[in-house]
């Protein structure tokens, strides 16, 4: 298949996911949103749960490579925090440009998706989370996170603020201004260093 139409498909896959949940999500319609016959689909893609798989690989995928992220040391050197704000901003930027980035990042919440110890979702998200835990490390070191409370506690915290923050967001982000958009990065910044940055 043509890379475009390889795109294509993807960005129509994400945006059905995104809308209608997995359970809900059909393939006859993503099928039709990509002018595909159904032989030529099923040839590429075995089964919704591959599809969904597939999308959040690539997507996410071009989302973290288009979000350039660090390294955890590169990233506790100099203003952290700074750092932190930067790549928010980033990601709403991104995700205002791209909305299958958008979709993508819903497709991280949805009930009933498949979240197997081999399944896209699983591995995303443990990918995110080891990166997290040593960002969180090279912070203490750095003295710009607080080294009073175990790392694995701060782990967890750090996790439980930037997923109620992202479920929020993408839940209500039809609904939300620009201005809206950035108050709620620099809330979600706000509530990250009350709670872990060391004392000024």
């Known amino acids: 298949m043509a890379p475009e139409r390889w795109r294509e498909l993807l960005e129509a ?9 997995y359970e809900q999500a059909s393939l006859n319609r993503i099928i039709r949103a990509c002018r595909m016959s159904k032989s030529s689909f099923y040839y590429y893609v075995e089964s919704k749960e ?12 071009a989302l973290a490579r288009a979000l350039d992220v660090p390294s955890p040391e590169e990233f506790a050197a100099g203003d952290f925090w ?11 930027t991104l995700s205002e440009r791209e909305p299958a980035f958008t979709d993508v990042g819903r497709m991280f919440h949805l009930p009933g998706a498949p979240v197997g110890k081999d399944s896209a979702l699983t591995r995303s ?3 995110a989370q080891d ?8 912070a203490r070191s750095a003295g710009a996170v607080r ?5 694995s506690l701060q782990l967890q915290v750090a996790a439980a603020i930037i997923r109620a923050f992202d479920e929020w967001t993408l839940r209500n982000r ?3 201004s620009p201005d809206e958009l950035g108050q709620l990065v620099h ?7 009350r709670l872990l940055a060391t004392a000024e």
């Not at 896959?13 to 949940?21: L, V």
């Not at 599809?51 to 995928?61: M, Q, R, T």
């Not at 997290?132 to 090279?138: F, G, I, Q, S």
């Open 13 to 21: 896959a994400a945006a059905e996911f995104a809308a209608h949940g």
């Open 50 to 61: 591959k599809l969904f798989d597939i999308v959040v690989d690539e997507i996410a995928g």
């Open 82 to 92: 700074d750092h932190v704000e930067q790549l928010l901003d980033r990601l709403v």
């Open 125 to 127: 998200v443990a990918a």
């Open 131 to 138: 990166w997290l835990e040593r960002t969180l490390a090279a």
């Open 147 to 151: 080294a009073d409370l175990p790392l």
């Open 174 to 176: 039809d609904q939300l």
């Open 187 to 193: 809330a979600q910044l706000d509530a990250l260093k």
